[in-house]
């Protein structure tokens, strides 16, 4: 099924889309792996850059997505493109490259961005697990009173807590 809509675009003006749309998916996927080397080297000033960058790349992809789609061009592009009358010798084979790297940097960034995701949860998890040994442990500190005395406990704080 396609979308006749699509072929009241100009094929060049479709072209340049996909062009755009697949540059911004390839960021997509350059920050995501930037992404997965800032978590594997627990660099949090870095990984704080590349969520930023990645965020930016999304917002550009959304909208290179959504000019494209603006064009007609929702679902089963190679088809559309197959059957638009303007695309023909080079700038169709173009542009069916450009949707076959389109649906690989799709599936790429999707690889990607499991991975990351379950390197947080794995992380995440490792946190937890330390900071619920860490409050068990706080269970235990013997608590001083006002004079430095441990069996006067009234008033007594956590030794080291404010």
Known sequence: MFN???HASSAEA??????HELETLTQVVETLDIEHEA????????LEQAVAAKQRAIAAHAQARHARESLGLKEGLRQQIESHPGF?????DRALEHVDA??????KSKNANQRNGMLIA???ERTRSALSLLRSDAANVTLYG???S??????????GSA
């Open 88 to 92: 023909f010798n080079e700038l169709k």
């Open 14 to 19: 479709i072209a340049q889309a996909l062009a």
């Open 4 to 6: 006749a809509d699509s």
């Open 102 to 107: 389109l649906r690989e940097s799709g599936a």
């Open 146 to 148: 006002e004079q430095g």
């Open 39 to 46: 978590l594997m080297g627990s660099d949090a000033g870095r």
């Open 150 to 159: 441990a069996e006067d406990t009234m008033g007594s704080r956590l030794l």
């Open 122 to 124: 794995g992380l995440r």
